[in-house]
């Protein structure tokens, strides 16, 4: 971790926020500007869409759930990490689900899925399907910045597809 750790482009390691005795665990891909700069996760416009998409099925994100990510330090000009930063990163998430553990982890956009599960498959052909790992159940979603360059909510698009996706994580939880 120390390369990465020490790395000139960021200013912050993004552990991740929420409540953490919630059965609820969000995974995503890393920190972007705004959370490098706050230190805290999922706080920029993808933050804001991620809120707002847990909000419409009843779940507060500040109190039903932990949000973390797949790597901690933002990666240079917002890329998509590399392989070995996912695996400097991994075992401190390990770490943070071992701590926290949740009954049901959803793990936002292809990256969180192919980093922790190894699925390779399109997000698109797995997204809404639950899988299930070491007692835990995971629901993989469109990553929120995707919702963001696909806003329409029309039945079969990806807002209202990840609308369906977290009632299914909702009502598993049997949250009120």
Known sequence: MQEMFSSSTRKNVVFGRGNP??????????????????GVAFVGRAGKMLDSAFLSVGIDTNKDCYISNIVKCRPPGNRKPHKNEVSECIPWLEKQIGL?????????????????????????KIRGKWIIKDDIKYMPIFHPSYLLRNPSKEKGKPKWLTWQDLKKVKEELNLT
């Not at 609820?24 to 972007?32: A, Q």
Request: hydrophobic share 35%.
């Open 21 to 38: 005795n919630s059965k609820l665990f969000v995974v995503g891909e890393g920190p972007g500007q705004q959370e490098d700069e706050q």
């Open 100 to 124: 926290i553990k949740p009954k049901v982890i959803v793990l936002a956009g292809s990256t969180a899925v192919e980093s922790y599960l190894q699925v390779t498959e399109p997000i698109s």
